[in-house]
């Protein structure tokens, strides 16, 4: 079963525009990762946000993370038309083993 | 420019035949994942391997699924016989596991996108 959820399932912007996409997770966890996936090709990791962390910047990218509510954000700022692509986030279900469970993902489209 | 290289990138095959799908993980990772995309139940782990063991193939239909790491730079999955709901994208992915408390993250190659008819 899936461990990540995230939402929405479909998202279509505007180039410049913010995009926010969501994750929720059910267990404890040690981290959470983000991944992207452009069409036709595997996987790429954005970003990786510990359990004892809320915030984590890496370019136009902010994930946010609350263990409280066993939410995690991405947000994409400024977006561009080659940011279309569907967004994945991951955990590890508080597993040392180095395993980790993907959501369904967010496909995201930026329009020029 | 390290990278997950796979092969072939695309096979078509009639239900019945064998499939062998092959990857070379990134020089150095220890740790290598087989994972199964499709539109209906999105992206499946179906076996992993740590320094060339398998560690858990739970998600594998074992009866006609198997997973290999002959050496460290190769990793096999075949399915024998092919069935038409085999038809996916098959990834594989590698990583460094360095110790207990440390993250894997993973690199992805770019799938063998398998159509079986």
């Known amino acids: 079963s899936q461990q990540g959820e995230e939402d929405p399932q479909a998202l279509s912007i505007q180039e410049g525009e913010n995009a926010t996409m969501n994750c929720s997770y059910k267990?404890?966890?040690?981290?959470l990762q983000w991944y992207r996936q452009n069409s036709g090709r595997g996987l790429v990791h954005l970003i990786l946000i510990r359990s004892n962390e809320r915030e984590k910047h890496s370019g136009r990218l902010r994930v946010t993370l609350d263990t409280s509510k066993k939410s995690s954000s991405l947000l994409i700022t400024a977006s561009r038309a080659a940011d279309t692509a569907s967004y994945f986030c991951?955990?590890?279900?508080?597993?040392?083993?180095?395993?980790?469970?993907f959501g369904r993902g967010t496909q995201l489209t930026v329009w020029p | 420019d390290a990278r997950v290289t796979q092969t072939p990138r695309h096979k078509v095959t009639e239900m019945g035949q064998e499939v062998t799908m092959r990857c070379q993980p990134i020089l150095g990772h220890n740790t290598v994942f087989w994972y199964r995309q499709t539109m209906m139940q999105g992206l499946e782990l179906l076996a992993y391997?740590?320094?060339?063991?398998?560690?858990?193939d739970s998600g594998m239909p074992k009866d006609r699924f198997s997973a290999e790491m002959p050496d460290a730079t190769l990793a096999t999955l075949k399915i024998q016989p092919s069935e038409p709901r085999d038809s996916a994208v098959y990834f594989c992915a590698s990583g460094l596991r360095r110790g207990q408390g440390f993250t894997d993250t993973q690199y992805f190659g770019p799938g063998t996108r398998l159509t079986v008819l």
């Open positions: 267990t404890s966890i040690n981290n």
């Open positions: 391997f740590r320094n060339r063991a398998p560690l858990d």
């Open positions: 991951a955990t590890d279900r508080g597993s040392t083993l180095g395993r980790l469970y």
